[in-house]
Structures are given as structure tokens and as C-alpha cells.
């Protein structure tokens, strides 16, 4: 028998995992002091770890396992294709079924301006794609001086130079040299922190407008795109109001600039329609996915491509130099096909429109009781928890409390993975959680905020 097929105690692992694995966006030292918490099967809505405690995995892993763990239908289709065909490039004129099926149904599901993909692996690599495709758009067609991407502050992109870049990670900036020149940020729409005192609809007005003054400040004819997330995901779930996205769009067309929605996290049903700029009633010329496209049960990203640029590309363009030894790897189309055809058999988009997405809202709204509480929002299968201070005027606790972590902390010691992001507590469980799981998923909230409280109480946070 190998050493890898013995069973091995949570200290053994975590030994080599701190002697040999360096995680990503981790400080290696705290890890290795604590050490990891070592994830060992997973089932459903649930996570197992090896001292066999079983936590309610309200993050779909990281955004990603819509479908839930454990169905069976993914992992045949990777075991069939794995068999058949495990890999060939899409590079020198050639393709495979399950990359040519894909890009078929993505056209089929996504809105209708979209009828070409580009394939890559990951949703970094897909803004990568962005950066350089919007680039050779306006290049194509003789306006190669229309170079800046607009962006925006606490916006996640990925961590790839472009996409780090894109990002208004001031964090991620300050390692590595970045951003990379012309890509810039705006403010964020983020009303509990910008907005006080106004109406959330007129602050989105105002929002969407510091997109024009940007543009106008730059000078129309060196823009050549605005890229945003329809909710801003890994900056805390951060729901913009329903004026915003709408007045986006009326200033990318008055300046004919691209539009750009990253749906790596809102799409595949996230928000209760297919898409996040369906929800939010916009109409993007690219559409970056990633994460649900799979359910991450293999990795696989992607660019949707509006027919505006795609006619240019293809009719203009010539050799696009840019691309991916796994863009189209057969094994993740397969898998994505699996992926979508189960969301489109369950019809897991209506279940979170019609069904646990409002009954989710509900449980939300009855958390705003709770002492600790400012704010508690949602949309879909995405909702975040304000921690505040005091309640009237939203003050914040001393951010050196920490007491989003402090939070964290309580959930994982009670079967439970929310996460923190400053002070908001954050969730997008998987989409096929049923009611009785929300109200089992509130129970523990309630409780974790509960904790929360009594620690700061008898720390004198509050
Ligand atoms: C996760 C994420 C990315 C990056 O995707 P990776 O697969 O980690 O490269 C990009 N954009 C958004 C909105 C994301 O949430």
C-alpha cells in the first residue's frame, strides 16, 4: 500500500500542508500557526472535514458549486469524456464535440446579442481575454488611442496581472506593481458606506454618473470599456440599487464605449435569471463566467462576445494572437454541459427566482432585529449582514476589533462557512438549498450573531 492510500490524522495533514503548500491569498505564517482546516468530502449543501465535523457550506465553495456536491451526472460526463477524448487543442483549426456543443448552448442561454464564446480556464484568464480583445476592437477599426478600461474601487477582477488590475483591490495593487497602465477605478455604488442621507435610487443615479465625469475628464476617445460585476461579489456583496446599471448603460452608449459585465459569480442563476445584467436590465457587449459555468467541479472560464465586436474579429480582424493551451479542454466543456443541462432540468433559475431566493429575503429581513445588525440584504442567492456598531447612523466598530472575523470564527466552530469581508458577513449558498435549509441557515446566523454579541459586550466593542 503507498503512503497516500493509509489514512492520515488532521495533524498529519496539516503538517505537510504547512511544510509544502503555499495557499492562495493567505498569510503563511498565521496559516501555520493555526494550521488548515483539511476538507475532506462534501455532499449536497454540506462539507465534511477530517475530524468528521459537518459544516453548512453557505459559500458554494467559493461561489462556484451551484448544483450542489456530489451529482452524479457531472462525473460521469467527466468520466465519459475523460475516456473517450481527455484532451485536444482548439489551436490549429481543429475543435471537439463537447468545446463546439457548449459554445452552442451558450449562445442559446445567454441573451441573444451573445452568439460567440472564447474559451479559457479561469475567470482571470477571461478578463485577461477582455482587456486585449477590447483593445484590438478599437484597434481594428482605427481608433488604437481608445486604451483606458474603467473600473471600479473594491471591485474583484481576479488575480492575474490584467485582472488584479481591473480589480480595486488597493491591497492586491500594492504587490506586484500594479495596476498595469491605462486602467483606472472609479467609486464604488456602495450605499451604506457613500450613500446616507439620499435615496438609494438617487444614489445610484449619482453613482453611474462618476462614470461620466471620468470619462469626460479623459477624454471620450481614449475609453475603451467599463467592466463591473452586476453585484460586486468578493468586495461583500455589494447590491447596487436598481437606478445604477440602467444609467450605466445610457453613458457607455452616449460615448460609445464597450460595456463589459463580469459574471464569473452572478451568473448560471446566482441572481434568480440566468444572468446578473438580466437582472439588472442591461445589455453588455462581453460578458466575462467562470466559477458556475461548472459548478467548479473542473475549472473552465470564458468571454461571451457580442455580435458588435465578434462581426469586427471575424470579418476585419485577421489572426486574434491570444489564447489558451486549455481554452475549449474537452473534459470541462463536457462537464459544463452537465452542469447546465441539470440547472435547465431542475429548473434551478426559477427555484431561486420564485422560490428560495424571496424566501431567503424574508429570513434576511427578519435578521435585521438583532442588535449587531445595520443592514441585511439580498438578491438571489446572494445576501450580506452589515455589523455595526450602533444601529442608528450605521456607525462602524473600530476595524482593529476585527469583528467580522470575530463573527467567522463563531460560524465555523458551529457548522457553519459565512464569510467576512470587513464588516459585512456574506452568503451565496448553492442553488438547490431547499427552504428547510434556509430556515436551518438563519437558525445558525442568528446564533453566530448571538456570540458575536456576548464577545463584544465583554470586550467593550460596543
Ligand atoms: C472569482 C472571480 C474572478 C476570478 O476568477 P478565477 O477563476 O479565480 O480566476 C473574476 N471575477 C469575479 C467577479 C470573480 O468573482
Keep these: 500500500m503507498s503512503s497516500a492510500t493509509l489514512p492520515r490524522s488532521t495533524q498529519s495533514w496539516q503538517a505537510a500542508d504547512s511544510a509544502h503548500f503555499l495557499h492562495p491569498f493567505t498569510d503563511f505564517q498565521s496559516l501555520a500557526k493555526a494550521g488548515a482546516r483539511i476538507i475532506t468530502r462534501a455532499e449536497g449543501i454540506y462539507l465534511w472535514d477530517s475530524d468528521g465535523h459537518r459544516l453548512l457550506d453557505a459559500m458554494s465553495g467559493l461561489w462556484c458549486v451551484n448544483v450542489g456536491y456530489g451529482q452524479q451526472s457531472l462525473v460521469d460526463a467527466a468520466a465519459k469524456q475523460m475516456l473517450q477524448l481527455p484532451f485536444y487543442n482548439a489551436f490549429f483549426q481543429t475543435a471537439t464535440p463537447p468545446a463546439i456543443e457548449l459554445a452552442e448552448l451558450l449562445a442559446a442561454i445567454t441573451p441573444p ?148 459585465s463580469d459574471e464569473v459569480i452572478c451568473g448560471f442563476g446566482r441572481t434568480g435569471h440566468w444572468f446578473g445584467c438580466e437582472t439588472f436590465g442591461f445589455k453588455p457587449d462581453l460578458m466575462t463566467f467562470a466559477k458556475g459555468v461548472t459548478s467548479g467541479y473542473v475549472p473552465l472560464g470564458g468571454v461571451m462576445v457580442g455580435e458588435r465586436i465578434a462581426r469586427v474579429l471575424i470579418e476585419q480582424g485577421g489572426e486574434f494572437e491570444h489564447g489558451y493551451t486549455y481554452s475549449g479542454h474537452p473534459v470541462a466543456c463536457a462537464v459544463a454541459l452537465a452542469n447546465i443541462r441539470l440547472i435547465q432540468q431542475q429548473d434551478l433559475v426559477g427555484h431561486v427566482h420564485d422560490d428560495v431566493g424571496p424566501y431567503l429575503a424574508q429570513a434576511f429581513a427578519s435578521l435585521l432585529d438583532h442588535p449587531l445588525v445595520g443592514d441585511a440584504e439580498t438578491c438571489g442567492l446572494m445576501g450580506a449582514i452589515l455589523l455595526v456598531k450602533n444601529k442608528a447612523g450605521l456607525v462602524p466598530f473600530n476595524p482593529e476589533v476585527g469583528i467580522g472575523m470575530v463573527c467567522r470564527g463563531h460560524c465555523f466552530a458551529n457548522g457553519l462557512v459565512m464569510r467576512a469581508v470587513g464588516n459585512r458577513m456574506i452568503i451565496a449558498p448553492p442553488l438547490v438549498i431547499t427552504r428547510l435549509q434556509i430556515d436551518e441557515l438563519t437558525g445558525l446566523i442568528r446564533r453566530c450573531l448571538d456570540l458575536t454579541l456576548v464577545d463584544a459586550q465583554r470586550e467593550k466593542w460596543i
Design 113 to 260: 446579442q451573445f452568439q460567440h464564446v472564447f474559451f479559457t480556464g479561469s475567470g482571470s484568464e477571461g478578463n485577461d481575454t477582455v482587456v486585449r480583445m477590447v483593445r484590438r476592437y478599437w484597434d481594428i477599426l482605427g481608433q488604437p488611442e481608445r486604451q483606458v478600461i474603467i473600473s471600479r474601487n473594491n471591485a474583484y477582477h481576479g488575480s492575474t496581472m490584467a485582472g488584479a488590475s481591473l480589480g480595486g483591490m488597493s491591497g492586491m495593487h500594492a504587490q506586484g506593481g500594479l495596476p498595469i497602465p491605462n486602467i483606472v477605478h472609479i467609486e464604488q455604488p456602495y450605499w451604506a458606506a457613500l450613500g446616507q442621507g439620499m435615496s438609494r435610487d438617487a444614489f445610484g443615479l449619482m453613482a453611474a454618473g462618476w462614470l461620466e465625469d471620468r470619462i469626460l475628464a479623459l477624454g471620450a476617445d481614449k475609453v475603451a470599456a467599463f467592466i463591473g460585476e452586476p453585484i460586486q461579489g468578493a468586495g461583500g456583496v455589494i447590491i447596487p440599487p436598481a437606478t445604477y446599471w440602467p444609467e450605466i448603460e445610457r453613458i457607455c452608449d452616449k460615448y460609445g464605449i464597450l460595456l463589459v
